[in-house]
């Protein structure tokens, strides 16, 4: 189980110098109040950042930072898992990422995103979806388990059933399926060319000893054969080296247009962020004077000429790209043709070498038919040991082709949800009574949802009313936790409510949704609501967040 302590931040969002810290496991349930720009909702966007390194809400991540100090934006969230305690500290301007177990900095790895998926996958053991979907549920970027798309569904519900590691197998044995493949082709080809060789030997014995003189005549009109086509096929070749002689250059050339563009493009928005600033502003937000419009009058056109003159450098150098990535193009396929010319030109070298040779054993009468015998042995012994070694790898494919029945969404991840299933559907619907929406609402394996009623046979999620569908999305978020909690995957004392009470609940349903509240036990339960004054003396500890000299903080009055 993840138990959150603490959540702290600075110069995040609103918050300035002074450190913000909302303790996690004191009380049981917390309101939290405030006006609208107080920074409620900050310590969503602050737990997703420290664990995930990315807000709740859509925001950029320069935006994270205070805008006013502009820098040294910090987030730490301090939590335990079993007997170790853990520090995720995540800052920018300057960029921090760093984890602490049991007081110790743990060593990152070379990436970020390489100590973001040990974060992921050896600590928390649950991703950003899986996050929002069980431990955080807001109003305005929270998307309902029922919108997301089946594959994230899945996704979700594998996480929360601890049985993702099945599907990392499944990712594993696709390499090992490549690699033996890969293994296989190359066996099957060197038993062909093993094949056809011991054929041609066998064949040259036959002729050797059949009649030798005619066999030698046969050898040289090979040879000649053979140095004919090297001849062409070596012409062939030189002609298409000419061509690619400047490869490099254009390939060097093609890097830096490449490059100009990138610039001007960024000159291009830079001018148009400019220009949509001067016909949307009448003061500078940086030094708060009024702009003069006879400066705009002056200063737009020159900004939008600008723009012309980017874009039409831009259609110019886009134009000589494309010339230049075809000429490229064409020299990476004449490349390849050389490389098969040569190919061609090796394997013939070979053959001539193979006729000369043959030429020299026939004219030894003493040992030409010794000589051809035991190469046709070696050949025979070669040709024994690929079969047994292929004989191997299909034995070997077939358990592979085993595991991957099994490791198939269709296979253990099936029967493990087809075991689960039942209490899924049983709690959904045991919240939904609580709160009082009398549906009969089921889920099958694909996460695809079956609704009836009393009066209507069957229709779908769409087709209910906005505060219907918070009633459904709640009672799956809260059977998302009670799976979670019974197989201890993603199982966490918190729970986060962004202005749920503000949104589609009724009265009666937030009355509903409160007993639920109450009922969960060993939980943190924080809810975000303007509701303030109907909700005080439901709750065991308020928190109030107040604007002072236009910085949030939490009021301690």
């Known amino acids: 189980m993840i138990t959150f302590r603490y959540v702290k931040w600075s110069n995040f969002l609103s918050t300035g110098n002074l450190p913000t810290t909302v303790q996690l496991d004191n009380n049981t349930t917390t309101l939290i109040i405030g006006e609208n720009g107080a920074g409620k909702s900050t310590i969503l966007d602050a737990l997703c950042f420290g664990l995930f390194g ?33 520090q995720v500290i995540r800052g920018i301007k300057p960029n921090i990422f760093q984890i602490w177990r049991n007081g110790k900095e743990l060593d990152q790895d070379a990436h970020s995103k390489d100590f973001q998926k040990t974060l992921e996958d050896s600590i928390l053991k649950l991703n950003y979806k899986s996050f929002t979907q069980v431990v955080i549920l807001g109003s305005s970027c929270f998307v309902p388990f029922m919108q997301l798309p089946t594959s994230h569904r899945r996704e979700v519900v594998e996480d929360i ?20 493949n890969t293994e296989l082709q190359d066996l099957m080809i060197d038993d062909r060319i093993n094949r056809n060789e ?42 298409l080296e000419e061509k690619i002689i400047n490869l490099d250059t254009l390939q060097s050339d093609s890097v830096k247009l490449g490059v100009l563009k990138i610039k001007l493009e960024s000159k291009t928005n830079s001018t148009e962020k400019k220009i949509k600033f001067f016909n949307d502003n009448n003061e500078c937000d940086v ?19 600008k723009v012309t003159e980017y874009s039409g450098a831009l259609g110019e150098m886009t134009t000589e790209i494309n010339r230049v990535s075809k000429i490229i193009n064409d020299m990476k396929h004449t490349t390849n043709v050389i ?23 026939l004219t030894d009468d003493k040992h030409q038919t010794d000589t051809l015998k035991e190469k046709i042995e070696s050949l025979k012994e070669k040709i024994k040991h690929t079969e047994s070694a292929a004989t191997k790898l299909k034995e070997e494919n077939f358990y592979l082709d085993i595991c991957k029945n099994l490791l198939h969404d269709t296979g253990i991840k099936s029967k493990i949800i087809k075991q689960y299933l039942p209490v899924m559907n049983q709690t959904i619907q045991k919240y939904l009574g609580i709160l009082d929406f009398y549906i009969n609402f089921t889920l099958n394996e694909q996460f695809e949802e079956t609704i009836k009623s009393r009066y209507r046979d069957e229709f779908s999620y769409a087709s209910f009313s906005e505060g219907e569908k918070m009633r459904i999305d709640l009672a799956l978020m809260f059977t998302w936790r009670e799976i979670a909690r019974l197989k201890n995957s993603t199982n966490t004392n918190l729970l986060i409510l962004d202005e ?6 009724d009265a009666t ?14 939980q943190n339960i924080f809810v975000i ?29």
């Not at 061609?344 to 000369?356: H, V």
């Not at 004054?533 to 000299?549: A, G, M, Y």
């Open 161 to 180: 059933l601890d049985i993702k590691i099945f599907s990392i197998m499944n990712i594993l044995l696709k390499q090992d399926y490549k690699e033996m």
């Open 529 to 557: 609501s303007h509701k303030g004054d109907i909700l005080f003396d439901k709750f065991s500890h308020i928190t109030k967040f107040v604007k002072h000299k236009n910085f949030s903080k939490i009021d301690e009055s």
């Open 509 to 522: 349903g937030t009355d509903d949704f409160l007993k639920i509240l109450n009922s969960l036990e060993s």
């Open 500 to 505: 749920i009470f503000d949104s589609s609940l």
């Open 339 to 361: 490389y098969s010319l040569k190919s061609e030109i090796k394997g013939i070298t070979g053959l001539l070498e193979r006729c000369r040779r043959d030429l020299k054993v």
């Open 54 to 86: 990315k807000p709740y809400r859509p925001i950029k991540k320069a935006q994270l930072v205070n805008s006013i100090n502009a820098r040294d934006a910090l987030v730490t969230v301090d939590f335990k898992i079993g007997t170790n305690d853990f």
């Open 287 to 305: 030094c708060e004077q009024s702009i003069e419009p006879e400066f705009k009058k002056t200063r737009v056109p020159e900004l939008e000429s």
């Open 198 to 239: 011991l054929s041609l030997e066998q064949s040259h014995l036959d002729g050797v000893e059949k009649d030798s003189d005619k066999r030698i005549k046969v050898l040289e009109l090979e040879q000649e054969k053979h140095v004919a086509e090297i001849v062409e096929k070596v012409s062939r070749t030189e002609t």
